[in-house]
């Protein structure tokens, strides 16, 4: 089965800091990697999705790349700002299930 | 865009009770839906996948008798939780793909207390 990893679970920096948050998958045979953002309380928004083939994804201040044969995938934010404030899960796809990491609870400070 | 809608957002509820939470997508059509849980502080634990006119594919450890699912449409897919208890608690999040991506768009969530 799936096992997704996120390192670290917290992180607190301070504004305008660029920073990266990890992902670990242990099997390399998946379909897609997506990157979401989860305020307290609340759904999550979809950040990022990289496909298999794909080495990354840019989207304004962020940057997801992934690694499949090492099992890894990465998110840059540039310029961190008090509003990117919350909780970042991976999610691995296999298709038609999705496995979730443990979550980087992110706080940037003004 | 594709946006997944749920309903109630939050429900209370007594224990022993049955409740019932909707998930719709709005603007596609989803013959797959995915039911999740989270607890506080954890991260999302898939508990069935909802095929349409077919019965759900339950993940290990979810009592299929409990959290009873239905995807009639489409559109629609429901997770019934009968005789509800307080340990059934917690936060309920259905997603949906799109396409041939695979992507996955998530609804916003339905909050459950049992007293």
């Known amino acids: 089965k799936q096992e997704v990893t996120q390192i670290p679970a917290a992180l607190s920096v301070p504004e305008g800091e660029n920073l990266v948050l990890n992902c670990s998958f242990t099997?390399?045979?998946?379909?897609?990697l997506q990157w979401f953002r989860q305020d307290p309380g609340k759904g999550l928004t979809s950040l990022l999705l990289?496909?298999?083939?794909?080495r990354e994804q840019t989207s304004g201040r962020l940057n997801a790349s992934l690694d499949k044969s090492s099992g890894r995938s990465t998110l840059y934010i540039a310029a961190s700002q008090p509003g990117d404030s919350a909780t970042y899960l991976c999610?691995?796809?296999?298709?038609?299930?999705?496995?979730f990491g443990t979550g980087t609870s992110l706080t940037v400070i003004p | 865009g594709a946006v997944v809608s749920q309903h109630p957002s939050w429900v209370i509820c007594k224990s022993g009770t049955s409740v019932k939470i909707e998930c719709r997508s709005l603007?596609?059509?989803?013959?797959?839906m995915f039911w999740y849980r989270q607890f506080p502080k954890q991260s999302l634990m898939l508990m069935a996948t909802?095929?349409?006119?077919?019965?759900?594919?339950?993940e290990q450890g979810v009592e299929k008798d409990k959290f009873l699912i239905n995807h009639a449409s489409l559109t629609l897919s429901t997770l019934t939780v009968t005789s509800a208890h307080p340990e059934d608690s917690s936060f309920y999040i259905c997603?949906?793909?799109?396409?041939?991506?695979?992507?996955?768009?998530f609804g916003p969530g339905t909050r459950l207390t049992v007293t």
């Open positions: 997603s949906a793909h799109k396409g041939e991506t695979y992507e996955q768009y």
């Open positions: 099997d390399s045979a998946i379909y897609n």
């Open positions: 990289i496909q298999s083939s794909q």
């Open positions: 999610a691995v796809g296999t298709g038609n299930q999705f496995y």
């Open positions: 603007d596609f059509q989803a013959t797959t």
């Open positions: 909802s095929n349409e006119g077919s019965k759900a594919t339950y």
